[in-house]
């Protein structure tokens, strides 16, 4: 069995995504907003630059991006609005005994009252949530115009024993929009390459080591086989977005998704990545939209792309594959800016299948695979999933 592109060693790749969803693990879902106006903000959009006027701050911010100098910061108030935020629009923050943590916290911060002081009282505070997936990003990290180099999507065909072909598209890890503004462009046209003269019988999406950051070029890249209608959604106090997709657009709530709404001052090279990242302006159609389609996971599908695994459950004819479960935050995130540019990562919501399944822990495959080492290198994951296609109506 052939499989194309720079695949390498599959523990290595696993590894470093690790690694990179510890360093940064950028939202699932690209948002903004102010502690004013987060009610009314999805977390599975952006929306134009936020500032932040609290009781923390004598002066606002603008972005994370920009450089600003703060006249004073009061950094016990600083503390209190984050611990506001996260109680006012954390999803399960009725299971959650506030009062302890806020406690701790100022204690914290009144014992050191500094920058190092509030950033360690905030994460000690989010720690004691329970949540995995709340975080503070400090200000120094948290611009969005970082160039981070990245492999692009690969496949191609997969020929079965029975004559017929197969798809097969590799989504590989994207830190940021600036790393390669044409990634779902590329994805749609290897699919189409794969499928123009001898049209394959199905497809195998592969989501082991894609990872997290923003997902709308993921879900992008493959939505030509996720169906009309709403695939996704993200449904809590600070993500109510639904996501659909027609002629190379994706669309939230039923508006066209272009450009990312990237936040005001950003950077102009992230304003016309974001743009270009966000539409493919000659989409890929399949020619069977309803070809059956089998999914690999691992513990490297995580955040983003566990979005992108949810949007295919409850497809029909569709079947996941992996040696373990999914990572396990497959939940939607929103930013909101605090007073000194530093952003607080807030889990706002959790994902929901198109059939109103919800997830906010890891997902296990279907077909759970004992992948064994393989001094050939044999891919048993991708094998299970061959078989499973090869035996379906239209590949036979």
Not at 118 to 130: D, F, K, N, Q, S
Not at 162 to 168: I, K, L, N
Not at 216 to 224: C, G, K, S
Request: charged share 15%; net charge negative.
């Amino acid at each position: 069995m052939r499989r194309w592109g720079p695949r390498g060693s599959l523990n290595d790749t696993v590894a470093s995504m690790r690694r990179l969803i510890l360093m940064s693990c950028w939202m699932v879902l690209l948002a903004a907003c102010t502690s004013e106006s987060l009610s009314s903000t999805s977390s599975s959009t952006s929306t134009s630059g936020p500032t932040t006027t609290t009781a923390a701050a004598t002066t606002t911010t603008t972005t994370a991006a920009a450089t600003t100098t703060m006249v004073e910061i009061d950094w016990v108030a600083y503390v209190a609005d984050a611990i506001d935020l996260a109680e006012a629009y954390y999803y399960k923050t009725d299971e959650v005994d506030w009062g302890p943590i806020r406690s701790d916290a100022m204690e914290l911060v009144e014992a050191n009252p500094s920058r190092v002081g509030a950033y360690t009282a905030i994460r000690e505070a989010l720690r004691a949530t329970g949540a995995n997936h709340m975080f503070l990003r400090p200000y120094q990290e948290a611009s969005l115009g970082t160039v981070v180099h990245t492999d692009p999507p690969y496949g191609g065909r997969i020929e079965l024993d029975t004559g017929a072909a197969v798809g097969d598209v590799v989504l590989t890890p994207l830190p940021s929009v600036l790393s390669d503004p044409t990634y779902a462009t590329q994805a749609q046209d290897l699919m189409r390459a794969a499928d123009e003269t001898n049209p394959v019988c199905g497809w195998v999406v592969d989501l082991r080591t894609t990872g997290g950051e923003t997902i709308h070029p993921f879900l992008l890249a493959v939505a030509p086989l996720l169906g009309s209608g709403t695939f996704l959604s993200y449904v809590g106090p600070a993500a109510q977005g639904e996501f659909s997709y027609e002629d190379g657009l994706l669309y939230v709530n039923g508006a066209p998704f272009v450009g990312m709404d990237i936040p005001a001052g950003a950077p102009s090279a992230l304003v016309e990545a974001a743009k270009e990242a966000s539409v493919v302006t000659d989409p890929y159609v399949p020619h069977d939209p309803d070809a059956p389609v089998a999914v690999l996971i691992s513990y490297g599908t995580a955040s983003a792309s566990e979005g992108v695994l949810v949007a295919f459950l409850g497809r029909p004819d569709t079947r996941t594959f992996g040696s373990t479960s999914s990572l396990g935050v497959p939940t939607g995130n929103a930013p909101v800016l605090l007073a000194d540019g530093s952003t607080i990562v807030i889990t706002g919501g959790q994902a929901q299948d198109r059939l109103g399944n919800l997830y906010d822990g890891p997902i296990l495959p279907d077909q759970l695979v004992a992948a064994l080492p393989s001094a050939n290198g044999d891919d048993q994951v991708l094998d299970a999933a061959v078989a499973w296609l090869a035996n379906q109506p239209g590949c036979r």
